[in-house]
């Protein structure tokens, strides 16, 4: 029986090939959460009719691929632990992953890959980008998913992507911060338990005290009056 044309078939003759490039990124103007675009290009070196590709792209930060001032190793010890130690403590970051569907082209096309951000310091990635003081990010693109093409009959068929598809990134700490600041400026965030957070409610509200910061600010002259 002749396969639905809608199926894709077992592959026959050359497998399409991709080829994947970062070549830019800008915070995403309108978007639920501080999201960052950065535009890939993805080139079909094979020659293929791509009809769609299910994307899958997992992105580390590459933090031996640059240089630190005292202020940052200082900030960066909680990760990487003291200084002197670096040589074997010093590694890839993990950062995220995130998924995204890539509609038809043909030899290339450019999408924008959209990356969202979070400010919580609990999470590895964060933490390590908010230590920096400026300069650039270094990244790592590692890509997987499916391809769906033309074979050589004009028929859909469907590949892998191996992991072995990367490309490499260089951040500006710029555009983290203008996309950070564009939904949180002049504000950081801290994951508090509920018993903490009770405790510093109770001391704001019988204090008196009119805003958060004024009521950090209050404990942390407390503490300094202690020394």
Same mark, same amino acid.
Not at 43 to 51: L, N, P
Not at 111 to 120: G, K, N, S
Not at 171 to 178: F, G, I, N
């Given at each position: 029986m002749e396969a639905h044309p809608a199926i894709p078939r077992p592959v026959t003759g050359p497998v399409a090939d991709l080829d994947f490039r970062v070549e830019g990124a800008a915070p995403v103007e309108f978007a639920a959460v501080p999201t960052i675009g950065f535009a890939l290009r993805i080139?079909?070196?094979?020659?293929?009719?791509?009809?769609s590709v299910m994307l899958d792209a997992q992105i580390q930060i590459a933090a031996r691929r640059r240089s630190y001032e005292d202020a940052e190793e200082d900030r960066l010890v909680d990760l990487f632990g003291d200084r002197s130690r670096w040589s074997s403590t010093l590694r890839t970051v993990p950062w995220l992953r995130t998924t995204q569907v890539v509609p038809a082209f043909s030899e290339e096309t450019t999408?924008?890959?959209?990356?969202?951000? !979070?400010? $919580?310091?609990?999470?590895?990635g964060a933490k390590y980008i908010q230590a920096l003081d400026g300069g650039e990010v270094p990244l790592e693109f590692l890509f997987t998913g499916s391809v769906f093409y033309a074979g050589e009959d004009g028929r859909l068929q469907t590949a892998r992507i191996s992991w072995e598809r990367e490309a490499d990134f260089r951040?500006?700490?710029?555009?983290?911060?203008?996309t950070i600041d564009r939904y949180f400026p002049n504000s950081a965030w801290v994951r508090l338990s509920r018993d903490a957070f009770e405790e510093l409610f109770a001391y704001r509200a019988a204090n008196a005290i009119p805003s958060w910061d004024q !009521?950090? $600010?209050s404990l942390l002259e407390r503490k300094r009056g202690e020394r």
């Open positions: 080139v079909s070196r094979s020659g293929h009719e791509i009809r999408v924008e890959l959209r990356v969202p951000c !979070t400010y $919580d310091f609990e999470v590895t951040l500006r700490m710029a555009v983290w911060r203008a !009521t950090i $600010d």
